[in-house]
Nanobody, 115 residues
Framework: QVQVVESGGGLVQAGGSLRLSCVAS????????MGWYRQTPGNQRELVAT???????NYEESVKGRFTISRDGARNTVYLHANSLNPEDTAVYYC?????????WGKGTLVTVAS
C-alpha cells in the first residue's frame, strides 16, 4: 500500500500562485504515473495534470500554460506549480499515484482563490 500526503493549499488572491506538494511512501521511480486531480462540491473529480516515470506530462485544457507538474525523486514528491490562479480553480486538490496496478489517493488539500 502506498501512502500519499498533500500539502500547500490555502487562500490566494486571483492572479496569485501556489505550489502543491505530494509526498509518497514509495520511490517516485517505482510509480509509473503520478498526478493531481481536483473536485468541487457536487461535481466529479477531474484530472488536472499527470506525469509519468519517463517525465511525460499531460494537462487539462484549462490549466495549460498556467500549471506545471514536476517530480523530485530524491524527496519522493510530485509538485503542482499553479500560477495565474482564478476563482474557477477553487477546489480540493488530490494527489493520485499508480503502483503495481492499483491507484492510491491522498486526502486532499483545499485551494481557495478569492476574486
Amino acid at each position: 500500500q502506498v501512502q500519499v500526503v498533500e500539502s500547500g493549499g490555502g487562500l490566494v488572491q486571483a492572479g496569485g500562485s501556489l505550489r502543491l506538494s505530494c509526498v509518497a511512501s514509495e520511490r517516485v521511480s517505482s510509480l509509473p504515473v503520478m498526478g493531481w486531480y481536483r473536485q468541487t462540491p457536487g461535481n466529479q473529480r477531474e484530472l488536472v495534470a499527470t506525469i509519468t516515470s519517463g517525465g511525460v506530462t499531460n494537462y487539462e485544457e484549462s490549466v495549460k500554460g498556467r500549471f506545471t507538474i514536476s517530480r523530485d525523486g530524491a524527496r519522493n514528491t510530485v509538485y503542482l506549480h499553479a500560477n495565474s490562479l482564478n476563482p474557477e480553480d477553487t477546489a480540493v486538490y488530490y494527489c493520485n499515484v499508480h503502483f503495481r496496478g492499483l491507484e492510491y489517493w491522498g486526502k486532499g488539500t483545499l485551494v481557495t482563490v478569492a476574486s
